[in-house]
Each structure stands twice: as structure tokens, then as C-alpha cells.
């Protein structure tokens, strides 16, 4: 009896023996592992197939059960490898999220900006359009003015500031009201008021190759719109395969700048009876955009503020901030742009006014949903406006940001270098005949040079252009007169003749 109990309790602490040396060799491996790991470049460690993390998960899972911790440190690494650009099609992750970029959805907030300053009497000042100096020698003057007449408080000193002084470019009581808008044809404009909360505004764009372009939207726009909704297919509007270079762009970090405001949408269809009638295309592209773009975004709110449009059409920022802060305008809301070619610097005669903003009420209850409808100002017409316009207890009149000799936005037409405009000619839909990009001598680098040198059209005609100058106002988008080296043959005719 005593005997084998004591065998027995032999064996017992042979197995204890045994199991801590396990225990011990697990620890050692582990601990070797997670060296590894962190020693070695993730990347690598990514790229290569058979990789120590596999190991390590399968180890980690099974011992010591850790998922919650091996899952954080996966999405490090993807946000590391998608950033610098490296990513594996066939790593071992649980599906990589940027391959998911097309289904991801995107929460709208309340943006916390405060755009205006409360002061003390009442006045309410938008911040960017007070002068603040003025501001604060009048509440000197309201101070002594309070010091000499104690008694006085709050009669017509306080009056004084209510209004706020406003910098030039600025206008209304409460320096709110850009230029552009102020000399603008909205009739309710001495009726507008600021809001309490900016409304959310939602920029939504077709994208080919028209990157720099692309650079200066965001660049203009980036701290007034709360999302840009990018559409990009893989096929070209003539029905060719594309390669899909802007998302490849935001997975090598292009725009790390602003993605955490892209929504990307992926258009992966050439619809019906595209091949016979562009025109199909073209109206696809953008109710596409719209619908499966508009669909993806939670907590949309009726006043939020969506805006289409093309790739080349780039609305000033200080016309949609004003949407964006203010009550009392009516819709839609066209936008007056400055129409050139090649680059900024043929500058054609008048502006392009196109429909391009809206509330998504109005969006959605007059215009279903389909943004090409409200670029194509046929609203008057559309089953749900008056219902629409009824609901909103106002008169709905079109109006635009601008006038004809107020830019509110840049229309800049064939921007491309020789390259993007031979590009553009053979990804054009097939519709709006002739379509020059048929005519192979209409495609040769050398005659779109002559014509960017020129200004000159494809059909042989060189129309006459008014003078510019990149000083001038209004000229180009900021960034890239910011950035002028990098974006010079955007700014000045890359082909000009030499003045004698
Ligand atoms: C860790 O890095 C150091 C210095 O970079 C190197 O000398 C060492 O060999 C590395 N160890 C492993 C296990 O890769
Ligand atoms: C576009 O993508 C879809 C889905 O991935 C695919 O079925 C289609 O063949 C692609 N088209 C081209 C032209 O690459
Ligand atoms: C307009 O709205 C009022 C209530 O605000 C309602 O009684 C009326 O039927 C509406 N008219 C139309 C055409 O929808």
C-alpha cells in the first residue's frame, strides 16, 4: 500500500517535472518569436510566405489563447504595410481592409469647428471674416466707456458691437458672407443666419487621371467638406480595361493627407448599350457615384449639403463654407466657375454655371437619390418638387455662388500634359461626335503640343482668349499656385513662343 503510494507520487511529480519543462520550452519559443517579430521588419515578415507569425498565431492561439492581442497587433501591420505601399496579395491576415476600401462605410459627425466667437454683449462673428483688431479696440472703447458711465450698462454702448467689423472680403452682420455670395443672385441674402451646428456637406467626384487636379480639390476643400465620395472604375468610359490608379494612390499613401475623408467608390461595370451611346456612360458614372456612395455614408441628416462634381470643376472654398455655416439659402445651388483650358491660362470668356449643390432632402425626395439630376435642372419638372418645395414652407428658386464676373470655383477643361490629354482622347465615351480621339492624327503628342501652345481646338479653330495672369485674382486654386514649380505647366503655357 505505502509502496505504491509512493510510486504513485513519484509519477505525479515526474509529470509536474515534465509539464514545467513544456511550459518552460513554450516560454523560450515564445519569447524567441515575439523577438523575431519585433527585430524583424514587419514587412518582411508580411511578404515572405512562410512567416513566423503564422506560427506564432497558431502558437499563441492554442497556448495561450491571446486573440484579442494577436488581432491588434495585425492591424498595425496592415496600416504600416498599406502605408508604405508593400502589400501582399496573399498574406496570411484575416481579409486586409483595404481590400474591403470599396464596402467600408463612413460615419458622419458634427464637425466642432468654431467657426464663430460668442462675445460677451451678444454678437455672434464669424472668426475668418472679423477683423479682430477692430473688434478689440471697440471693446476697449465699450470698457471705458462702462469705467466713465457705470450706470450706463448695456444701452447703446453694447450696441456698438453687435455688429461685428468685418474684414475685407466679408460681409452681413456677422462677417460671414463671402464676396462671392454677397454679389451672388440669392434673393433670400439679407435673410440668412449663421447655424448653431455647421451642416455636414458631402463632395462627390468621378475620377479618370486627373490627380493634380484632384491634389488642389482636396487641398481647397479639405477643412470645409466632412467627405469626398470618389468614384473610380476599371473601365474606361469607352469600355476599355483601366488599371485602378487612384486606389492603388491611396494604398501607397498619396493621400494620407485627407483619406481619413475619402469614401472610395468602385465602379466595377460598363453598363448596357455604353459601347453604342457614351452618353450612357457618362449619366451611369454619376448615378453609380451617387447611389452606392450615399448608401455607404450613417447619420446622414436631411440639411446636410451634398455637391457633385466632375473631376475638372473645383468650387472656391469660401462659397460652400458658407453653405456649410449658414440657414436661409434656397436650392439647388449652381456655382460659377472660371472656364479655361489646358491650363489656367487660356482663360475663356464668361463662367460655366453648373447646378451642383443641394440639401440630401432635396436630393433624395426630388431628385431620388441621382445626383446627374440635379446637374441637369430639370427640378421644376420632377415628380416630388412641389410636395418638396411645400414642405419646406419657401418658395425654391435656383440660385449661384458667383456671377458672371465673380469666380466661385475653377472649370479647368483638358488639364492635363500632352500625355493626360492623348489619354483622355482614347478614354473618352463614344458620343459627343466628332470624337477626336478616332483620328489618329488628331492623337499625336506633337499636334496636341501645337494646340496647348495655341490654344487651339480639335476641329482647327484657335479662338481669342482674353489676357490673364497668374496674379491675377482668382486665378487658380491656392495649392497650386502654392505649389507653382511643381504645378508650373498648369500656370503658364509650357509651349509658349518666345517674346522677342
Ligand atoms: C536584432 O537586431 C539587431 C540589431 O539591429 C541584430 O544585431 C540582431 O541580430 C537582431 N536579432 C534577430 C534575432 O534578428
Ligand atoms: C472590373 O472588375 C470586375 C470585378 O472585379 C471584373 O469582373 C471585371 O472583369 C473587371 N473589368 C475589367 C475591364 O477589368
Ligand atoms: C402643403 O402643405 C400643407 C401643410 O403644410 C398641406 O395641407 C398641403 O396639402 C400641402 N400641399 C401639397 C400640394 O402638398
Known sequence: MGRSHLSVRMRIRRFKVFLLCLLGICVISFLHYYKALHNISLLQELSSPSTHLKTLKMFSDIFWNFPAADFHSQQDFHEHSHLKGNVDSNVILPDPSDRKLHERTFVLHDDPTPFFIHTKSGAVCFREGTDVATFASHRRLLQHHREINPKDKGSNADKVVVQCPCQQGWHGPH??????????????????????????????????????????????????????????????????????????QILNGMFDYIKHKILYVFLDRFPDGGHSDGWIVDDYLRTYLTKNGMSRLEGLKEDDVFIIDDADEIPARDGILFLKLYDGWTEPVGIHMRKSLYGFYWRQFGTLNVLSACTAAMLFKVYNGDGILLRRRSYYSMSGFREYENSTGRILVPWAIGSPIHYAGWHCSWCFKPEGIYYKLISAQNGDFPRWGDYSEKRKISYIKEL???????????PDYPPSDPKEHMFAPKYLLDNYEKYRYLLE???AKEKH
Not at 452 to 462: A, C
Open 175 to 248: 462677417c460671414g458672407i463671402p464676396t462671392i455670395v454677397y454679389h451672388s443672385n440669392l434673393p433670400s441674402k439679407s435673410k440668412v443666419t449663421p447655424r448653431k451646428v455647421p451642416r455636414r456637406v458631402i463632395n462627390a467626384i468621378n475620377i479618370n487621371h486627373e490627380f493634380d487636379l484632384l491634389h488642389a480639390r482636396f487641398h481647397e476643400l479639405g477643412d470645409v467638406v466632412d467627405v469626398f465620395l470618389v468614384c473610380e472604375s476599371n473601365f474606361t468610359a469607352y469600355g476599355d480595361s483601366r488599371p485602378l490608379v487612384f486606389r492603388k
Open 493 to 495: 503655357n509650357p509651349y
Open 452 to 462: 496647348i501652345q495655341t490654344g487651339g481646338w480639335f476641329d482647327g479653330s484657335i
